[in-house]
């Protein structure tokens, strides 16, 4: 905000503030320093974008996030957008008065790897990948995020419910908020169990959004399964893979 960027990053609420979820952002942006990707962000001219609050019927105040963020936009100099978080992308995209070129990262990431600016090792082993509802049936993106886990070397293993059937976290629309406790299964604990059922060779659930990342993380502890699949988020691979070429 301060000086004209290629790159604004929309870092989002949960990227921001939640601690299971900063730690994917923190990657992410040595990711983007390393590659030389020339980005920033709007500090706490952010507002949160918009998207839960609106579906949870909050017109009102969706309006006002929206045209603080809006504003805070026009105070910038930037050439594109980047976001994190498929909520805000998904918002950003369809319901701004910009001109809906706002990238998901893994988009962004797929790009520096094809183009060399950030090189990959090879890892071992398999992985399966949790396609977020608003990165896949929303708006359709299914597979720079998989051309990305098979970069590192990982063999990606498909869960039966994927791509535009895949099944929802349990954080969509505001439900990530709301008190789930009488369930005998929560949507995330079923997905897990999924995966799992794909075999014990399968050892890495893959997610591209902040809040999957908060909602299979808790439901992988709840489900005994935190010893057997390891949540993690695409650009935390990317960095284990970048890692690789350093020791080598």
Known sequence: RKEPVDYLW???DHGSFDPRATDVSQTVA??????????????????????????????GLFEMLRDANV??????????????DPHSLNTLRGEYPTDGDVLHYTALLDD?????????????????YHDPCYLGRYQDEYDAPRRLIRATGLELVEMGRCRENSFCCGAGGGRIW??????EERPAENRIREAVALGDDVRF????????????????????????????????????????????
């Open 112 to 128: 520096l790897v094809a183009s060399g600016k950030i090189e990959l090792g090879p890892l071992s082993g398999k992985a399966t």
């Open 71 to 84: 504003e805070a936009f026009e105070a910038a100099s930037f050439r594109r957008m980047f976001t994190t």
């Open 10 to 12: 929309f870092v989002g």
């Open 205 to 248: 659930f893959v997610v591209s959004c902040p809040k999957d990342m908060v909602m299979y993380s808790d439901a992988v502890k709840t489900t005994g399964y935190e010893d057997r699949l390891e949540v993690v988020d695409i650009a935390q691979l990317i960095e284990r893979a970048t890692q690789v070429v350093s020791v080598g």
């Open 30 to 59: 040595r990711l983007m320093a390393g590659a030389d990707v020339d980005f920033g962000i709007l500090y706490d001219g952010e507002r949160n974008a918009g998207n839960d609050v609106r579906r949870a019927g909050e017109e």
């Open 178 to 183: 709301m008190d789930d406790s009488g369930l």
